[in-house]
């Protein structure tokens, strides 16, 4: 059964209530993961589909470890970084066209962070940005509001807590919805929505999970899950799709009002959902990842009415989908491409690429840009038979696990070392 829960109570922290003007669109800025919309599409035309160091504007250092995706707004990229232990987290100013770092700010330190993967982070969720505020998360660790311009912090929380498990760590990043923050805490141990008056940093709304853990005795490794999320519309409204451990949601953003919920068996997801068509296209687990249509348009548990259809074989475990036109572009970690009906999900190819893949693609110019593990970009024409237009590497020895960011004719890459500015 949903529960949410409101507040009208203040925070005892000080909070600058700032209603900023809209200088710059949100929908010409990459300026939450995947950027405008969320779905990895930029309407950019000059992106570069060859390149080699002659194509690098500037590559600037990033300290310690992080792989949360830049985030541009303006003349500004930010994006997070954590010491490797995470007793210390930072948050990075970039100057887009110098590459200079503006701002390094230590917002937290912590006392006893749990020991994660070394394929995680303990800055790996995305900020947010938008004119003169960024929004950078670090799971149970914080939340803070920063001031572009002066790299004052505004508001913050050290209350958003959960268990994220020993070995794994937090992923999930949230996103703007209006005047409100949305992030997802998808722990062992407390499982919710909320969203935080983005202003202030008080709790404007909270929506507890009701897949029903306790009554179906779900082990608590299997009640976390990594997702974002998505704004997608509802007729003449909109509707929050997300992803939790064994159920995908529909929340009103207004209220996180629980509209509808379709049942799973999956948990510890990745992979943002994107919407056309129509449907939902979703992921809905990590150890055999599915991929699930849903409509969209249903009320209370529509697990046996509003699945269309579902996909198994290797289908993506961390990279996002890629819905371009009638078809949908989905890449497994080991590297196996798969071009998919959108409307029906029939397999129209696959193609198995040498790399490993975990950043989400993106779609410009009618070229997918695909970027593995191992630092190479690898450009598919988007259509009925597999066709590589160009393959680049991006840095020797780069490791890269963050989705890279669009602003005009540049890529802005994330590396385990560096942030490069490619046009």
């Known amino acids: 059964m949903k529960t949410i829960i409101r507040f009208t109570t203040t925070l005892a922290a000080s909070a600058i209530l700032f209603s900023p003007p809209v200088v710059r669109s949100a929908e010409q ?16 035309s000059g992106l570069p589909l060859k390149w080699d160091g002659k194509n690098v504007v500037w590559k600037t250092e990033i300290h310690d470890r992080g792989w949360s995706s830049p985030v541009v707004w303006g003349d500004q990229i930010w994006l997070t ?30 006392e006893s962070p749990m020991v994660i993967t070394l394929d995680n982070t303990y800055a790996t969720p995305t900020p947010v940005i938008e004119e003169g505020r960024a929004y950078v998360h670090y799971g149970t660790y914080g939340t803070a509001c ?41 722990g062992r141990d407390f499982q ?3 969203a935080l008056d983005k202003a202030t940093g008080r709790n404007a709304w909270k929506t ?23 704004l997608i519309p509802r007729g003449e409204a ?3 799709i997300s992803v939790g451990a064994k159920a995908l949601y529909s929340y009103d953003p207004k209220n996180g009002a629980e509209l509808w919920k379709v049942s799973h068996r999956g948990w510890s997801i990745f992979p943002r959902p994107v ?61 196996y491409l798969t071009c998919l009906e959108a409307k029906s999900g029939a397999e129209v190819w696959q193609h198995r690429l040498e790399e490993k893949f975990s950043a989400a693609p993106i779609c410009a110019n009618d070229r997918i840009y695909f970027f593995s ?11 009925r038979a597999f066709e590589t237009l160009a393959t680049n590497p991006i840095g020797e020895g780069e490791q890269l696990m963050a989705s890279p960011a669009v602003h005009d004719k540049a890529f802005y890459i994330r590396t385990a070392r560096h942030l490069y500015r490619i046009e």
Not at 219 to 225: G, H, Q, Y
Not at 374 to 380: D, L, M, P, S
Request: net charge negative; hydrophobic share 35%.
């Open 373 to 383: 593990e191992e630092g190479i970009c690898t450009v598919v024409k988007p259509a």
């Open 29 to 44: 800025q990459w300026w939450q993961f995947r950027g405008p919309e969320g779905n990895g599409h930029s309407a950019s």
């Open 275 to 335: 919407f056309g068509h129509g449907l939902v296209y979703a992921t809905i687990d990590r150890d055999k990842p599915e991929l699930w249509a849903i409509r969209p348009d249903g009320m209370g548990d529509v697990s046996e009415t509003h699945v269309v259809w579902k996909k198994t074989r290797r289908m993506p475990d961390r990279a996002s989908p890629m819905l371009v036109g009638e078809l949908l572009f989905v890449m497994d970690r080991n590297g």
């Open 238 to 240: 909109q509707q929050l």
């Open 146 to 186: 920063l001031d572009t311009e002066k790299g004052k912090v505004l508001w913050s929380r050290r209350d958003l807590n959960c268990d994220h498990e020993a070995g794994a760590g937090p992923a999930s990043s949230p996103t703007l919805v209006g005047d409100h923050l949305v992030v997802h805490v998808d």
């Open 208 to 230: 507890l999970r009701s897949a029903g853990f306790d009554e179906n005795n779900v082990p608590v490794n299997e009640r976390k899950a990594y997702n974002m999320p998505t």
């Open 192 to 194: 919710y929505i909320i």
């Open 81 to 110: 970084t954590a010491t490797t232990k995470g007793d210390k987290l930072f948050a990075l100013c970039v100057d887009r066209n110098s590459g200079k770092i503006v701002h390094d700010l230590h917002l937290f330190d912590v």
